[in-house]
């Protein structure tokens, strides 16, 4: 961690594609129908501010990340256990994440191929590049950004002849309810999934603190996520009501140009491949970081491995089928994940901010 | 070699390859005993010739020369050193310092140099210089009068140009040498000499351009020709690999060029280059990957051009690398996601055809391999067989026969003739070419993008001298891809690359605009 | 690691490796049934009765494709489609499929678990043309002799793609019957296929609409009446209007291309009750004056529009008040439209919609601009006498 350094555009690079990992191809706020956007709206207003906070806290601790914060504060034992529960959540998340990948392949592409082959695929290709290291993370996610973003682009305006703008009406027909329960399901997933980025990285001790890379991520990301979700509901319209798995893929297959540019669900294929590629990267190196941290060891290098495989095996076996998952990732997830993602950044930074405040007055006192 | 040292009853710390001395390292006083030293060193070498002298005048002025022969210029030799000798009236007063005497005022050669050491003595005769040994001296006359047949310059044969100069190294390191030195006349250029290799002391030049390659990377190459401990390099791809960084990477980390024009422009770019006598490929010091695509026509053509080029370059290799793989994997797993019509053809074209579509990409890439490699190793008399003989076999026959379906055909005379067209890298696209039809054959396109996504972790961790191998890569902003993607016109390629040349960065003035 | 255990891993992936070797997945082009088309009927014994179209692709030097028609049944839609591997010997793909022809008591009976099946299967597309067999079980469309070896599905596609220069018929895709079907106050409908008899041979003849109330089929509109419904739906995109004109007493027979046409609904509500206004705007061009009325010039333009905007007008509010009487169905997708634009009055009639529909007021306004007269600006006309 000393000698690996990324730069802003890499940083950059990776909280984009982090946060379009697999949100573009499961969607986003399953609660909501028409009105998903207003839902991504308000979700994304809520978690610039969280993201706000996630940064002010690694700034406030030069040099450590959110493991060493979680010591620093609440002392080594209940420190201790806070780590572990982080590690757990990262742990988790990339396990879910590589399950719903394991079921898009499973449903959409390959139906006979058993679901452990595209997991161990992926899970493999994970661990080889959480060995290399942030930097190589942090590099491959910057040279991949183009060519995601050039192919979301594309097939945007290819979308283009099937948009209906009369799908987008009425608006807000049943009320904020539902759209506030999405706005929060949005937060959860993947707006403040972000927090894993302050457990694999520290803010160096003499530049500035991240804030314009990290939010211009979220941003970024949130923005494509939105342009998106407008193309699947002017494309598919009222058929959303059935609930598809995976709307991305069905609406790019209605693309069709003269006779030869149809059938381009490769693209989502292609997009969703890199964004949990980097997703769980990140999942996992959080991981690994969390255990080196718990086990004291010198480099998280040597526990990649067992962590990964167990990461593939968690996600073999952690839903029955794919009803459970999405009833896990809709209706459960939000509540499991707000202590992760809200309660304990904001307790810490409440913390750290006090303390601070009565070190400096400590400071002070003798002077006076 | 370190393996030697691990092998049992080997109690000597010399390698096997070089024998013991007789006698010392210097030479004596009496000629006789040199003689009879020099005699039993080159014993059973009849090449070696022992021309005894004796002065016209002065009968106590006895020497020898000893050459090789067939190396030596004997112009230099006999009119220059012999007849001198012969003939000199020099007067000898004092013995020891009539050698001496001699150089100064007798002897007509240019390259002249004493010493006393046996070593230097025997390395030089084998060299193919002359010795000259006096009685009565105990130094010798090393005579630099080496001419050995080599081959003109003349144009590269591996990298030709349509636009550009046409001279190309030869075998011989001065030639080189000067090839590179008369075209960068800067008191900044400095060639140092390395001598590697135990039997064969294959002489080296580092050249380097002292203000604006990285000290670093000249000293991390000079340290690793030191640690090499070989007993002979033949070319120099002997020292590429062993010295590179990534040694088990199919991609190249060091570069090499045969031709002088683009090791110059790679010389004022930063880079280091190294010269190896007998090899008229030239190595670069670092070496990253937008390199793979670049040729130095490049820069001579209209920039336009040249950007088009290079891009049908990067996208000939991508090709290369994906298409028989994506071929494979859309038409035996994802064939929702062809056209109809095209799904029909092609359906059409594998009726009857025994063979399932992966064994026929493998067979049929593997027959293209063994044309280009028979191809290159053929007489050039049997030549114009092959190429009929090739398009028989793949072409007609194969598809008349119906042991492939001719849209395979196309398949793979695109991704070959698209890998021929890189020949830098050429070499790793053959190999990943076979591993991602694997994986398309094991995983359809989700092998393919994992694949690539490996491969992407791949370049992106490997280093080359310390400088990361995909520098620039990815890059979209303006300063990083006028040299990758596209060649921007001269007047924007201001500054040199980054950390290759962080010395000294710019290359030319603001003020130069266009059209001036 | 040393050498040792690099060793024992390397043995040990070696064999995990070979687990993958004939990957599930993996299909020969040759093992794959591809079928062009469907027809599905119900048979005997309230089965569902599939006739299949199966492309083939023969080589040769003269590639061919070639069509073979084969027959399966079964108790649901799926069950049927895995029986025909008994008979072709290879797994059916659809993912090629493009066109569905259902006959009349599918589409009364059964339309909606067909749609759940299409929905649902990975395989079938979104974009599979559906059409409803007119007069005959769908499989006469297939089971048609066929001696230039096209595939009829092809062929049906093209049909209904082309359509929007006559606008006698709506290409309904799939997920357009879906959505409609999902989404409140309109109803689905699809085009119409029958076959024609030439004396020589039959070919299938798209024209018309298939009527739907919610997921039930309730009739059939011909193709005349189809075009008033899509001008009333906005789908013009070509076409004609042809009819008779008494100008300065003489009689002319007017044709006149559409071009552009955009249509607009407007509501108006008396006591909770909504009035629905259409008002229609259409770029047309004279292509064919019979009879001989001389110049062409604006008194004639100003006719001819107005003459067009009766004809329309009359035709189209016609057919409204027919679809309205007679089928009872929302195909024009007004209750859509209110819904959109003020759902809440919407939540309140949602559920009498089916008893307010039949009696809604729709005034139709067209109006029709003539923008040029094709190449010539006077009739051409022959010697005198």
């Known amino acids: 961690m000393n000698q690996e350094r990324i730069t802003n555009h890499q940083l950059f690079s990776m909280v984009v594609l982090f946060v379009i990992g697999s949100s573009l191809i499961v969607g986003v706020a399953a609660q909501v129908e028409i009105d998903k956007w207003i839902a991504i709206l308000i979700a994304l207003a809520a978690a610039v501010p969280t993201l706000m906070v996630y940064i002010k806290l690694l700034s406030l601790f030069p040099g450590k990340n959110l493991f060493d ?11 201790r256990l806070f780590v572990l529960l982080y590690t757990w959540y990262a742990f988790h998340l990339g396990a879910m994440v590589l399950r719903n990948f394991g079921e898009f392949v499973n449903m959409m592409a390959m139906p006979e191929t058993p679901m452990i082959m595209p997991i161990l695929l992926m899970g493999v290709s994970c661990i080889w590049i959480v060995k290399e290291g942030i930097e190589v993370l942090g590099r491959s996610a910057f040279f991949l950004l183009p060519i995601i973003v050039a192919i979301i682009f594309i097939v945007q305006l290819l979308c283009i002849p099937q948009l209906n703008l009369q799908f987008l009406t009425p608006i807000l027909a049943d009320g904020w309810e539902p759209v506030l329960e999405g706005a929060f399901s949005t937060f959860s997933f993947p707006f403040a999934e972000t927090v894993l980025f302050t457990a694999v990285l520290c803010c160096p001790a003499n530049k500035k603190a991240p804030y314009k890379p990290f939010l211009g991520g979220l941003i970024a990301g949130a923005f494509i996520i939105l342009t998106v979700t407008f193309r699947n509901l002017m494309v598919m319209g ?8 995976f709307p991305s893929y069905i609406a790019v297959g209605r693309i069709r140009i003269g006779d030869f540019l149809q059938r381009m669900e490769i693209t989502v294929s292609i997009v969703f491949v890199v964004g949990a590629f980097i997703k769980i990267s990140i999942c996992l190196l959080a991981a690994s970081t ?11 290098r040597s526990v990649v491995m067992p962590i990964g495989i167990l990461m593939i095996l968690l996600a073999n076996g ?11 990732a809709f209706d459960i997830y939000s509540y499991y994940a707000l202590p992760f993602q809200l309660f304990i950044p904001f307790v810490l930074l409440g913390i750290a901010l006090i303390s601070k405040h009565k070190e400096k007055k400590a400071n002070e006192q003798p002077s006076s | 070699m370190n393996l030697w040292k691990k092998r049992k009853g080997q109690e000597e710390d010399c390698p096997p390859n070089e024998q013991k001395r007789p006698g010392g390292t210097e030479l004596a006083f009496s000629l006789e005993e040199n003689l ?27 020497g020898c020369v000893i050459y090789v022969e067939g190396m030596t210029d004997h112009q230099i030799l006999d009119e220059y050193v012999i007849e001198q000798v012969i003939s000199s009236d020099v007067p000898r007063y004092t013995r020891t310092d009539y050698l001496e005497e ?21 390395d030089a005769v084998l060299v193919g210089n002359a010795v000259l040994l006096l009685d009565g001296s105990p130094k010798a006359i090393i005579i630099y009068c080496k001419n050995l047949e080599s081959r003109a310059v003349e144009e590269a044969s591996s990298e030709q140009a349509v636009r550009g100069p046409r001279d190309g190294f030869t075998e011989q390191l001065l030639v080189n040498l000067s090839l590179i030195r008369r075209r960068v006349t800067s008191a900044d250029l400095k060639c140092q000499y390395k001598y590697i290799g135990r039997v064969t002391k294959t002489k080296v030049c580092i050249c380097y351009l002292k203000n604006i390659a990285s000290d670093q990377i000249v000293k991390e190459l000079e340290h690793r020709l030191n640690e090499l401990d070989i007993d002979g390099i033949v070319d120099s791809g002997y020292i590429q690999e062993i010295i590179k960084d990534s040694p088990f990477s199919p991609f190249d980390t060091i570069g090499h060029s045969e031709r002088p024009d683009s090791i110059v422009g790679k010389l004022l770019e930063g880079r280091v280059a190294l010269v190896v006598d007998g090899s008229p490929f030239v190595l670069t010091v670092p070496f990253i990957f937008p390199e793979l695509f670049q040729t130095p026509e490049d820069y001579y053509n209209n920039f336009i051009f040249a950007s088009f080029n290079r891009m049908l370059r990067i996208f000939g290799a991508v090709l290369a690398l994906f298409v028989p793989a994506i071929y494979v994997s859309l038409t035996n797993f994802h064939q929702e996601l062809l056209p109809t019509p095209l799904l029909l053809s092609i359906a059409a074209g594998r009726y009857d055809v025994p063979f399932p579509t992966v064994i026929e990409a493998f067979l049929m890439l593997i027959v293209f391999e063994i044309l280009r490699e028979a191809g290159a190793r053929m007489p050039t008399a049997i030549g114009q067989t092959v190429s009929i003989v090739g398009a028989l076999v793949l072409g007609e026959a194969a598809v008349d026969a119906k042991f492939i379906a001719p849209s395979m055909i196309i398949i793979v005379a695109l991704t070959g003739i698209s890998a021929l067209m890189n020949t830098k890298v050429q070499g790793a696209i053959l190999v990943l070419r076979f591993v991602f039809l694997i994986l ?14 490996c491969l992407i972790t791949h370049l992106m961790s490997i280093r080359s001298f310390g400088i990361p191998y995909m520098l620039k890569e990815g890059s979209i902003r303006y300063t990083d891809i006028k040299d990758t993607l596209i060649r921007a016109p001269w007047w924007y390629m201001r500054l040199r690359p980054q950390l290759i040349a962080s010395k000294n960065r710019v290359r030319m003035s603001r003020h130069a605009k266009k059209g001036t | 690691m040393t050498s040792i255990r690099k060793i024992i891993a390397l043995l040990l992936i070696v064999p995990l490796l070979s687990s993958l070797c004939g990957c599930w997945n993996y299909r020969l082009l040759e093992d794959l049934g591809i079928v062009a088309g469907v027809a599905i009927d119900k048979g005997t014994d309230d089965k569902f009765e599939l006739t299949m179209e199966i492309a083939d692709a023969k080589s040769g030097k003269e590639r061919m494709v070639d069509s073979h028609i084969i027959h399966s049944s079964g108790n649901t839609i799926f069950d049927a489609v895995r029986d025909g591997i008994s008979i072709i010997g290879k797994k059916l793909y659809w993912s090629h499929t493009q066109v569905i022809v259902v006959s009349e008591e599918i589409a009364r009976d059964e339309m909606i678990n067909v749609m759940d099946w299409l929905n649902r299967d990975s395989e ?32 049906l596609e093209s049909m209904i793609e082309n359509e929007t220069s006559l606008s006698k018929a709506r290409k309904t895709q799939t997920w357009k019957f879906a959505n409609d079907l999902i989404s409140p106050g309109i109803s689905p409908q699809t085009p119409a296929v029958m076959l024609w008899d030439d004396s020589k041979e039959q070919t299938p003849m798209v024209e018309g609409a298939a009527l739907f109330h919610d997921s039930v089929f309730v009739g059939f509109l011909d193709g005349a009446d189809t075009k008033n419904l899509l001008f009333v739906q906005d789908r013009i995109e070509g076409g004609l209007l042809t009819f008779p004109l008494n100008y300065q007493g003489k009689k002319l027979s007017v044709s006149l291309e559409i071009f552009e046409n955009q249509t607009r609904f407007e509501t108006s509500w008396t006591n909770s009750v909504p009035e629905i206004k259409i008002t229609m705007k259409t770029i047309v061009a004279l292509d064919e004056l019979q009879g001989t009325p001389g110049e062409i010039d604006e008194k004639l333009i100003a006719a001819l529009e107005e003459a067009a905007q009766v004809y329309l007008k009359n035709n189209i509010e016609a057919t409204i008040r027919l679809v309205q009487n007679q089928y009872d169905c929302d195909t024009f997708g007004f209750g859509n439209y209110i819904y959109r634009t003020e759902s809440q009055k919407w939540k309140k009639i949602e559920a009498d919609w089916d008893t307010i529909f039949p009696k809604l007021k729709v005034t139709v306004v067209p109006k029709v601009m003539i923008k040029n007269s094709a190449t010539q600006e006077k009739t051409i006309f022959g010697g005198v006498g």
């Open chain 1, 238 to 245: 009222a058929t959303l009501k059935q609930s598809p798995y």
């Open chain 2, 36 to 62: 009879a030293t020099l005699r039993s060193i080159f014993e059973s070498d009849d090449m070696i010739q022992f021309r005894i002298l004796e002065n016209k005048s002065q009968k106590a002025i006895q």
């Open chain 3, 124 to 155: 079938t597309r979104t974009d599979i043309e559906l059409f409803v067999a007119k007069g005959m079980p769908a499989k006469d469309i297939f089971t048609i002799d066929n001696p230039s070896g096209n595939i009829i599905s092809f062929t």
């Open chain 1, 69 to 79: 914060i979680l010591f620093l504060v609440f002392g080594k034992w209940v420190g």
């Open chain 1, 318 to 328: 952690i839903y029955k089928n794919t009803i459970e998952m999405v009833k896990w």
């Open chain 1, 290 to 300: 969390g255990v080196k941290k718990l086990a004291g060891l010198n480099h998280f």
């Open chain 2, 102 to 122: 001699l150089q100064k005022k007798a002897l007509l050669a240019s390259n002249l140099c004493l010493t006393q050491d046996l070593q230097k003595i025997t």
């Open chain 2, 440 to 453: 398309a054959a094991f995983m359809g396109i989700y092998g393919v993008i994992f694949g690539a996504l």
